[in-house]
């Protein structure tokens, strides 16, 4: 990369900008978003033949993708990659064919010889890299491992082919095989490089051309089109927009192998995902007691009997006369007869003009399980002989200054005891 003219601009600027020709990304290649298509399962079989591939969307990696070395690159001869996803019920799959007319390997495979890079973002906020050593001429062989920590390849099926001008890599993604990716996972943050060292092996490449950066900052993005178009459809058949979109998370809330989303929007409570049906589905309801969508306040997930599935927590105001509100903490679980359930309702609050009467709550962890406490808070205006509870049926009341002054509730799968 040419270096700029030190005459024509102040040292400091002179200095920033070799600075920035070693770390940063070129204007034209930022950060990028990888379309993932789903196909019928076994449509895709990892072994090195492409013929499946033919209908799945090509993203051609050319010279808007360097990443570094832009001057250095010389067209297609040089560089050039094409990028295929797919998914099915069984994991992720990428193509990635590289055309190269110089495959630059050893026997070490070393971070000096060509390489393509598949660069993920962990929970702790760093990154992990699976290193791809592709063969040439010399070296048939490929070399595939993780870059530090456990090497174990569990969970991933690949095939490295050499092409007349270049190289394949034909990968399969199983749930958790690699960082941040469970089946029904609307995007996982990653970058493929593709890295080519033309002069032979040297400490820096010539050319680095991909989706994305290194650090967490500047990963791509694999977003994948069931968990788009399943929200597309819910929100426009309730008539709503992403504006409407009070809480979204993703997680375990159904029993089976893949991950949903959970979305509240306007005054729905939604999962989605290929549990819900096969190939991808969502199933929404009314949220309880909420009349419009102000009326959601607050929103969490928590798996409290501890069978591995999250339930919903929310809290509702509802609104009486003479301006009465109170606000109920509602949990929901969705059962494996396909329905939400209410689990759990305890008021937290009543207003009315100057009194109130609060309830604070908390979660507490015991071991797999998590229990809900809840204590008495703060009280104006109320008294014992004003005060007229509204609780009944499965809605616990609120604790009063002069009652009860804290519950601790356990849950288990057929409900819920008090303590």
Not at 29 to 55: K, P, Y
Request: hydrophobic share 35%.
């Amino acid at each position: 990369m040419r270096s700029p003219d030190p005459s024509a601009a102040p040292l400091a600027t002179f200095l920033l900008g070799l600075l920035c020709a070693a770390t940063c990304l070129p204007a034209a290649a930022t950060a990028a978003t990888l379309e993932c298509e789903r196909v019928e399962d076994n449509t895709i079989t990892v072994d090195g033949l492409r013929s499946d591939w033919r209908d799945v969307t090509v993203k051609p990696l050319s010279g808007g993708a360097i990443l570094w070395g832009r001057g250095r690159w010389q067209g297609k001869p040089d560089l050039e990659g094409k990028l295929r996803c797919a998914h099915d019920s069984g994991g992720t799959y990428l193509l990635l064919e590289v055309n190269d007319d110089q495959v630059v390997r050893t026997s070490r495979g070393s971070t000096r010889e060509d390489r393509v890079e598949l660069v993920f973002a962990t929970s702790t906020g760093a990154t992990r890299t699976l290193r791809v050593h592709p063969p040439n001429a010399r070296y048939r062989r490929p070399r595939v491992r993780w870059v530090k920590g456990p090497r174990s390849t569990r969970g991933l099926t690949y095939r490295v082919i050499r092409l007349r001008h270049g190289y394949a890599l034909e990968l399969k993604m199983a749930s958790g095989a690699v960082p941040g990716y469970a089946l029904g996972s609307p995007k996982l943050r990653m970058s493929v490089r593709i890295i080519d060292h033309d002069g032979g092996p040297s400490r820096k490449p010539d050319t680095i051309m991909g989706t994305g950066g290194a650090t967490v900052a500047t990963l791509g993005v694999v977003e994948y089109d069931t968990a788009r178009k399943l929200l597309a459809g819910f929100l426009k058949q309730k008539g709503l927009t992403t504006k409407n979109i009070l809480y979204q998370k993703v997680g375990n809330f159904i029993t089976g192998k893949a991950l949903e989303q959970l979305v509240i929007a306007g005054t729905f409570v939604a999962l989605l995902g290929e549990d819900v049906a096969k190939g991808g589905a969502y199933f929404a309801v009314k949220a309880p007691w909420a009349k419009r969508q102000t009326d959601l306040l607050r929103f969490r997930t928590v798996d409290l009997d501890g069978n591995g599935n999250l339930d919903i927590v929310y809290v509702v105001r509802q609104h009486g006369a003479a301006g009465l509100t109170r606000d109920i903490l509602v949990v929901l679980r969705f059962l494996d007869s396909n329905r939400f359930d209410i689990y759990f309702m305890h008021e937290v609050a009543k207003r009315q003009g100057a009194r109130y009467l609060t309830n604070g709550y908390r979660f507490v962890r015991r071991g797999k399980k998590t229990d809900i406490v809840i204590t008495f808070d703060r009280a104006a205006g109320f008294t014992r002989s004003t005060y007229r509870s509204s609780h009944g049926g499965n809605l616990e009341g609120l604790l009063t200054p002069w009652g009860t002054k804290k519950k601790t509730y356990r849950f288990a799968h057929d409900g819920y005891t008090e303590r």
